[in-house]
């Protein structure tokens, strides 16, 4: 039976999307890798035939399969076996894809993927230029890349009938961007039709300093932004707030910033706009200035070259938008155990917030025990995409008590909202970062 028109994907008794995560090893040391770290609870494994049979059920009504998660997808000798079984079952619109480092995509493979019936690829290139992509992706070459678009675009040409679209994932830095536009030229000049840039997790606190994203809202910015005006129109200069905010004894020209301060903050209590009064004083205008311009290059690049770019937000969104529970996803790990998001996928330390916190793997159920659309169906499964989509949770990324006992606990129980979904430090949701999907 198909479902009403104003049934949501979360809210059908099957998930629209899956990302399967069919091995967990990589044959490249990135820096930026969550597997670099000291503290990742990652455990090693590969995806059993049996697991991924175990997903058949699901595959007549998904939209998307998404054939990766943490490790490189072409290390699994039975891809292709993977890529043809569901292919046999899915619909016609439906869709299968992955991403890879393309290290070993040479012609042979890429002929093989392309009868298997893979329908996207994207190829992780985070620089134009040897020396940066040498830096970033260590162990690897621009040369690869190039190998494996050659290979790729030659089977493609070969079986006319396939639909397989090449693309390229490129994840933005404050040391990487500047080559964003040239990487999307060199990549569409050589067979791609499209461009996922997203930005950086920074998994360790020394990359912390790497990331190019706002550390406040895009309504926090432009509520702030508006008062500044008002400020400078009134003679007062709110960068001195910080140094007159807790003193006992004011003179007037200190207790008009405070009280300025204060009429804002009413101002964005009435508007139920959350924000960080000292991460906004501490905001770097001039680099989001330079930044936004070379989005808006690599727009320009991308109308030239004829590509489709998903670009990410500069600033994190207030409002927000799981796409991932929205959309109606699954994911599941290579030992078979099925999870929300990406977020919620595997166990690690990130510093997303600026802080360190302890991400939980949240887990419904396995498919080696049980069908995977009993435990889509499962009531704890549903009850958690009934919480999310009700988006009431807090905003962590503004909040002036952050990080508190409750985002920073070693098992994560309730936020501040007592709600048992860590979604209020999730940056997933704003916009900030970017997958295949």
């Not at 690897?140 to 693309?167: K, M, N």
């Not at 808006?296 to 590509?307: F, I, N, Q, S, Y």
């Amino acid at each position: 039976m198909s479902p009403s028109p104003a049934e949501s994907p979360a809210q059908r008794t099957h998930p629209s999307k899956l990302f399967v995560e069919v091995t967990t090893h990589c044959n490249l040391g990135c820096a930026m890798c969550v597997k670099q770290t000291k503290h990742h609870g990652m455990t090693e494994g590969v995806m059993a035939e049996e697991t991924f049979s175990a997903l058949a059920p699901a595959f007549p009504h998904l939209e998307t399969l998404i054939l990766n998660g943490i490790g490189e997808p072409l290390l699994h000798p039975q891809l292709e076996a993977f890529i043809r079984k569901a292919k046999e079952l899915m619909p016609a619109t439906g869709w299968v894809g992955f991403q890879s480092n393309g290290l070993l995509m040479n012609e042979d493979r890429a002929a093989s993927l392309v009868k298997a019936g893979l329908d996207r690829i994207c190829i992780s290139m985070d620089a134009a230029s040897p020396e940066t992509f040498r830096r970033l992706r260590e162990g690897g070459e621009v040369g690869d890349i190039e190998r494996a678009f050659r290979a790729l675009t030659a089977a493609r040409t070969a079986y006319p009938s396939s639909r397989l679209e090449i693309g390229i994932e490129f994840v933005v830095m404050r040391d990487n961007i500047r080559e964003l536009p040239e990487a999307l030229r060199w990549a569409a000049r050589r067979g791609a039709t499209f461009a996922i840039v997203t930005q950086l997790i920074p998994y360790d606190e020394a990359h912390v300093s790497l990331v190019a994203y706002d550390c406040s809202t895009d309504a926090a910015v432009a509520l702030f932004d508006e008062w500044k005006q008002i400020a400078d129109h009134e003679g007062i200069d709110l960068g001195r707030y910080r140094e007159v905010a807790f003193r006992f004894s004011r003179n007037l020209e200190e207790q008009r910033i405070v009280d300025f301060v204060n009429r804002m903050k009413e101002h964005a209590l009435s508007r139920n706009i959350f924000f960080n009064l000292e991460k906004l004083l501490m905001r770097d205008d001039g680099w989001f200035t330079e930044a936004a311009g070379i989005f808006d290059e690599a727009r320009t690049v991308a109308e030239e070259e004829g590509l489709d770019l998903q670009l990410p937000e500069l600033v994190p969104k207030e409002k927000r938008c799981c796409e991932f529970v929205e959309g109606g996803g699954a994911f599941i790990s290579w030992d078979g155990n099925v999870h929300p998001c990406y977020f919620l996928w595997h166990r690690y330390h990130c510093h997303v917030q600026g802080w360190n916190q302890m991400v939980q793997p949240r887990s419904f159920g396995s498919v080696t025990l049980r069908g995977i659309n009993d435990v889509w169906n499962d009531r704890g499964f549903r009850e958690f995409r009934e919480s999310v989509l009700l988006y009431d949770y807090p905003h962590c990324l503004s909040c002036t008590l952050a990080p508190c006992d409750y985002v920073q606990a070693e098992e994560f129980e309730q936020d501040c909202h007592i709600r048992p979904e860590p979604c209020g430090s999730c940056l997933w949701c704003m916009g900030v970062f970017q997958c295949l999907r």
